[in-house]
């Protein structure tokens, strides 16, 4: 009887452990699915001039965020809402991100721009006057031939670039400077560099060396 007892035991406990597992399913989320990595058309490679990007991922709804300076793409990094033009080489990494999914691994594919797509320069700037020697401030006047060219320059000897000063109004030089400029225009080659340098304030005569008279020759004259 005692027998009986224990097994009847045992297949209640059994029994009852099941109905839990049944009637109670566990509320724990499913993390196990990953969003798909993007992909980029076209691929890293190399390219004449520049190339537009486009970005997607499979994982339908998901967002795309991505970065163009070498960096591990986040959540809070650029969203991607349309074709990406890059125009110098560049790193381009992309994640695709959805709600209920792990991020997707990081897609990371190499732009390399190649020059040589412009057969055009733009005109070298030239400067109204001209580099000299002046007692005062000159306004210095700034052109190049090539229409619509925009001009960049410096005023302390460095190598202008396309993010130094936007020439918009003659330049007032009340000392002694080294102007530089070139010229930038949307499908040329930049231009070569001008270089004018202005003396200001100084002489533009010179008092005459003196000689060295014996003293005999002053006794005569005196």
């Known amino acids: 009887m005692a027998n009986i ?8 406990l059994c029994a009852c452990a099941f109905f839990v ?19 980029a058309s076209p691929a890293g490679g190399t390219f004449t001039g520049s190339v537009t990007v486009t970005l997607s991922s499979t ?18 990094s650029t969203l991607y809402s349309s074709p990406i033009a890059i125009n ?7 994640i695709a991100i959805m709600s209920g ?12 721009i190649t020059g040589g797509q412009h057969t055009e320069t733009a005109a070298t700037p030239t400067a109204s006057p001209a580099g ?19 001009i960049r320059y410096t005023t302390d000897r460095s190598d202008p670039m396309a993010s130094s000063n936007l020439y918009t109004s003659p330049i007032a030089i009340n000392q002694t400077t080294t102007l530089k400029a070139i010229a930038l225009m949307e499908g040329m080659n930049t231009s070569g560099i001008m270089t004018e340098t202005y003396n ?23």
Do not use: E, W
């Not at 597992?21 to 992909?39: F, I, K, M, R």
């Not at 110098?88 to 992309?94: P, V, W």
């Not at 000299?132 to 006047?141: E, M, Y």
């Not at 100084?202 to 005569?220: C, E, G, I, K, Y």
């Open 101 to 112: 999914m792990n991020n997707s691994g990081i897609m990371t594919a190499i732009y390399t």
């Open 59 to 76: 994982t339908a709804g998901a967002s795309i965020r991505y970065t163009t300076n070498g960096s591990d793409p986040t959540a809070t």
């Open 88 to 94: 110098q080489t560049t790193t381009l990494k992309a």
């Open 132 to 150: 000299g020697t002046f007692n005062t401030t000159q306004n210095v006047t700034l052109s190049s031939t090539t229409a619509g060219a925009q």
């Open 21 to 39: 597992l049944v009637a109670c399913p566990s509320d724990t989320v499913d993390q196990s699915q990953t969003a798909v990595t993007p992909t």
């Open 5 to 12: 007892q224990k097994h009847f035991f045992f297949f209640a």
């Open 200 to 222: 200001i304030g100084q002489h533009t005569q010179t008092v005459a060396t003196p000689t060295a008279r014996s003293l005999s020759d002053l006794n005569q004259n005196s």
